[in-house]
Structure formats: structure tokens, C-alpha cells
């Protein structure tokens, strides 16, 4: 319901599903200094770097502030070129190749021990993303063989001559990187890349059955992923999509892009189960979100390394994101912020330290508290009527009917945490100028437990304040404040509130 006065209505009662963990990934591709400059420089003149494995440790330690769960890795469009043989083996001997995603030169200094290595040290799980442009399945296997493989064959020898006796058990393997693009080296057409991928999951699972594979999606709501759907729904665990919002200069234009992601999920699990009917199967596919951010081009050209500086419309703009996860919580499972260190990403380096990006904030406050079941909230707000990106948010919600608009100004999701003693409530106003008392009522099964609420804020006055070398304007402030039933949001926020709760 449209209205100029907020409600909020929650009733644990009513929940959506288990919120995965794994929607608060990483992503660490060869592109720009997210890797070298980022995760890793040997040859840090600061010595920041850990003189046994070259990892920055000041980053690492910012990393593992966000619970980050897996990685995936070698890429995004990077891969798609890869040869990982490369970057094995002693690293004088590694080749120095042209790299034709970016355009730049890989050194291959860091590779697949190495990013095993790095998710040790980040207690999170490897995700490797296969070359399907210049590889083969044969290359595939070998990669598969070497990770995992405990038998007395060749690569997995080789693993054991590289230092690394024990298999790595690499769970997570996707079947190629935005295929789909025409700026992906080995473009193909939706059904050739679907007889494709499915002869590589057979051969895949017949080396390894343990593995859990993901198909290559575009968007969601593409032809594309209608079609490899309904040729891979059997073979594999995941389907993965891509979305990028961009601000274009404006902030209601950014803040309500995630909206697109809303409407992607909703049909990507329509397609899914459309795939599972014609297929007959019975079994769990789910959503892999595995490349996700504001991201604009124009801004933060790719082939220039990416490195957005983000102001707080844009960490208003990612907490919308996560809010959609949240809300969707029954059909995605998997999401992997692109990406994790300098390349549009929330912490920035320098060889002399680093600082934290707006975006950091709200990701943290995520990771952290909004775990456990994600309940059906249901928000009367007043809506953005204004242009969209893409366009068709706007024509859809012309001609909806229905109280769940994708554009309220107050965006909301919630939580009931594992011990059922707290519901946690993430709100964004998405409004740049006004502010609203919000009334927020539960349901007739929970009672609020005490005089006070705990928050957890970020604001600042201005919506292009941004973080920097010369300080961070935008933080997180926690307070407790009275609670009488209702919650005051300034212009522009976002606020995490945790509520004591019993429920009877």
C-alpha cells in the first residue's frame, strides 16, 4: 500500500526461509590491483606484506571483519582466456602471458596454491570458475584433478610435488563466465554453450561426483537463461546471474536499481521450476548471485582497474541490495559481491595502509547480524515515481497492482536470529530529502522485550560524502535509543535495529 506515512508490519510467524550465510561472498579476480597491490604484494616497501606468503596482512584482517564465506575466483571475464598451468610450480618458472579481458600482462605469481592458500588464511571456501573460451574440458578435468583428487594419477601428483599433499576439496566449480557477452573471449550462442556445459558437468561429476556446479546465467530474466536452464537444470546445483546497478549521476536512480534484482530472482526461480516440471527431476536448483555491486563503467572504466570511490548513495544503494537477499532468501543461497579488494570494491589499499569504503559498512552490519530466518515483512510506503535503470522497472511498476511495489522509498527486510531471542530490521530510507517516523508493529505472537532498541546507523549529511586517505565520513554509529513503538529515520540512512523479543 502507497501511503505518506510508513508502516512497518512484522510477524515472526510468517517466514520466507533460513538465510544462507553464502549470500555474503567475495569475489577475487585477476583484474586491476585486486589481486596484485590488493591481497598480495610480496614486495610491500612497508613490509605490511607476511614475508612467507606474500598476503597483505592489514587487508586480510579488514577481510575477515565481513565473515566473508567463500571466494570465487580466478575470475569474471579474466578466466576466460586463463591458462591455469600457468600459475603452478615454482614462480621463476612461471610464464608471463598476454591477458585479454583487461588488456594487461599476468604474471601468474599468484594462482591456484595460492588462492588456496588465501582461503585458508580467510577460513572461507574456494569457488573456481572454469575457462570455457580458450579451454578445454581436458583442461577442466585436470584442474578438477589437481584440486581434488587423492588418487595416484599426474595432477594430483603434481599438487603433491607443487608442496601440497592433502586434495583441497573445492566444492564449488561453474561452467564458464558471462559466455553469453560479446566481450567474452569464446562467445556463444545460449544453446550451443548449453550442449556444451552439459558434457563438461557429466565428465565433471564422473571425476569428482562431491562437486556442486553452477551454469552461467546472464541476467535472469534473459532468453539465455530460459534456455540453458531447461537443457542443465539435471546436472547442476546453481544457476548463476549477473546484475550491476549504476547511479548514472543520480541518487534515487541508484538507490532503487536493486529493484531489477528483485524481479531477476523472481523470474530465474519461475524459469527454474519451469525447467524442473518439463524435466521431471526433484531436486534443489538454486540462485548463485555471483557478480553484484554498483557499478558505473563510465566512472570506473574496467580496463582502468575498476577502482570505484564510493560515496554514501552508494552505500544506501548496497544495503538495498542485501535487503533483496535477504527477502529472497528461499532462492538465493549463494552471492558474491564483486569484488573484494580496490576493483569496485569496499576496501581500497595503498603500499601504505588502506581505508574503508562507504559500501563496507552496511556489507559488515550483513554479514554479521542479519543472519538467521528471513521473515515476510510486509511495508506501506510512499513510492519513487521518477526514471529508473534499467527502464522497465518504471513500466512495471505503472501497471502492477498489489501493495509489494518494487520502488518504496523505505526498503526493509528482517530477521529472527537462530536463538529466536532478537528480530533485527534493516531499513533504508531511500529518500534523499525526507524524513519519517516509522511505526513498526508485530505480530499478536511476539511481544517486544524492554524500554530500548539497539542501532546500528549509517548516515552522514551530505549524500556524496565518501571515505578517503584524508579520513571516513561515513561509519557506522551504534546507539540505543527508547523504543515506544515507532522509529524515527533521518533523510537518506540506513539503520540495522535489534529487537529483544519473546515469542508466544
Known amino acids: 500500500m502507497a501511503t505518506s506515512s510508513p508502516i512497518i508490519h512484522i510477524d515472526p510467524?510468517?517466514?520466507?526461509?533460513?538465510?544462507?550465510?553464502r549470500i555474503y561472498s567475495g569475489f577475487t579476480e585477476h583484474?586491476?590491483?585486486?589481486?596484485y597491490g590488493g591481497i598480495y604484494e610480496p614486495e610491500n616497501p612497508n613490509s605490511l606484506a607476511d614475508p612467507n606468503t606474500g598476503f597483505r596482512k592489514d587487508v586480510l584482517s579488514?577481510?575477515?571483519?565481513?565473515?566473508?564465506?567463500?571466494f570465487r575466483y580466478p575470475g569474471g571475464n579474466f578466466v576466460s582466456s586463463y591458462k591455469w598451468q600457468d600459475g603452478i610450480g615454482p614462480k621463476h618458472l612461471r610464464p608471463r602471458r598476454p591477458e585479454l579481458a583487461w588488456l594487461t600482462e599476468e604474471s601468474n605469481q599468484f594462482g591456484t596454491d595460492e588462492f588456496m592458500q588465501f582461503c585458508k588464511a580467510?577460513?572461507?571456501?574456494p569457488y573456481i570458475c572454469l575457462n570455457m573460451g580458450t579451454g578445454t574440458l581436458e583442461d577442466a578435468l585436470a584442474w578438477l584433478e589437481y584440486c581434488n583428487s587423492s588418487a595416484n594419477t599426474y595432477y594430483a601428483n603434481l599438487r603433491r610435488q607443487n608442496g601440497?599433499?592433502?586434495?583441497?576439496?573445492v566444492k564449488y566449480w561453474s561452467l564458464g563466465n558471462e559466455v553469453w557477452g560479446p566481450w567474452q573471449v569464446g562467445q556463444m550462442e545460449s544453446q550451443d554453450y548449453a550442449k556444451k556445459a552439459f558434457q563438461w558437468a557429466k565428465a565433471l561429476k564422473l571425476l569428482d561426483p562431491s562437486i556442486q556446479l553452477i551454469s552461467c546465467g546472464e541476467t535472469g530474466y534473459a532468453n539465455w537463461d530460459r534456455v540453458t536452464l531447461k537443457k542443465l537444470v539435471t546436472v547442476v546445483d546453481y544457476h548463476s546471474i549477473h546484475i550491476y546497478t549504476v547511479s548514472e549521476g543520480n541518487h534515487a536512480v541508484n538507490v532503487i536499481g536493486p529493484a531489477a534484482a528483485e524481479k531477476a530472482l523472481e523470474i530465474t526461480k519461475s524459469l527454474i521450476d519451469l525447467a524442473k516440471i518439463e524435466s521431471g527431476i526433484d531436486k534443489q536448483v538454486t540462485v548463485c548471485f555471483d557478480e553484484w555491486n554498483v557499478w558505473d563503467p563510465v566512472r570506473a572504466p574496467g580496463e582502468k582497474g575498476a577502482e570505484e570511490h564510493y560515496d554514501l548513495s552508494d552505500a544506501l544503494a548496497v544495503a538495498s541490495w542485501l535487503n533483496v537477499f535477504v527477502r529472497k532468501a528461499d532462492i538465493v543461497k549463494i552471492a558474491c559481491i564483486a569484488q573484494s579488494v580496490n576493483v569496485i570494491s569496499p576496501i581500497i589499499t595503498s603500499p601504505k595502509g588502506l581505508f574503508k569504503q562507504t559500501t563496507f559498512y552496511p556489507l559488515k552490519l550483513f554479514a554479521t547480524l542479519m543472519q538467521g530466518t528471513s521473515l515476510n515483512v510486509h511495508v506501506e510506503s510512499p513510492l519513487y515515481t521518477g526514471q529508473t535503470v534499467p527502464d522497465w522497472i518504471e513500466k512495471l511498476e505503472k501497471n502492477s497492482g498489489g501493495d509489494e511495489k518494487l520502488?518504496?522509498?523505505?526498503?526493509?527486510?528482517?530477521?529472527?536470529?537462530?536463538?529466536?531471542?532478537?528480530?533485527?530490521?534493516?531499513i533504508v530510507n531511500r529518500h534523499a530529502t525526507e524524513g519519517y517516523t516509522i511505526p513498526i508493529r508485530f505480530g499478536p505472537a511476539c511481544d517486544v522485550l524492554g524500554e530500548k532498541v539497539k542501532v546500528h546507523e549509517v548516515w552522514s549529511a551530505?549524500?556524496?560524502?565518501?571515505?578517503g586517505w584524508d579520513g571516513e565520513r561515513v561509519q557506522t554509529v551504534e546507539k540505543e535509543l527508547p523504543w515506544s513503538?515507532?522509529?524515527s529515520v533521518k533523510q537518506h540512512s540506513f539503520q540495522l535495529l535489534i529487537f529483544k523479543v519473546k515469542l508466544l
Open 485 to 487: 513503538g515507532e522509529y
Open 13 to 21: 510467524a510468517r517466514s520466507i526461509s533460513r538465510v544462507d550465510p
Open 462 to 467: 551530505d549524500l556524496k560524502d565518501n571515505n
Open 122 to 125: 580467510m577460513n572461507a571456501e
Open 407 to 426: 520502488t518504496k522509498y523505505i526498503d526493509v527486510s528482517a530477521v529472527l536470529s537462530d536463538s529466536k531471542d532478537e528480530v533485527r530490521v534493516a
Open 31 to 35: 583484474m586491476g590491483r585486486c589481486i
Open 164 to 169: 601440497h599433499p592433502e586434495p583441497y576439496k
Open 62 to 70: 579488514v577481510l575477515k571483519e565481513l565473515n566473508v564465506p567463500i
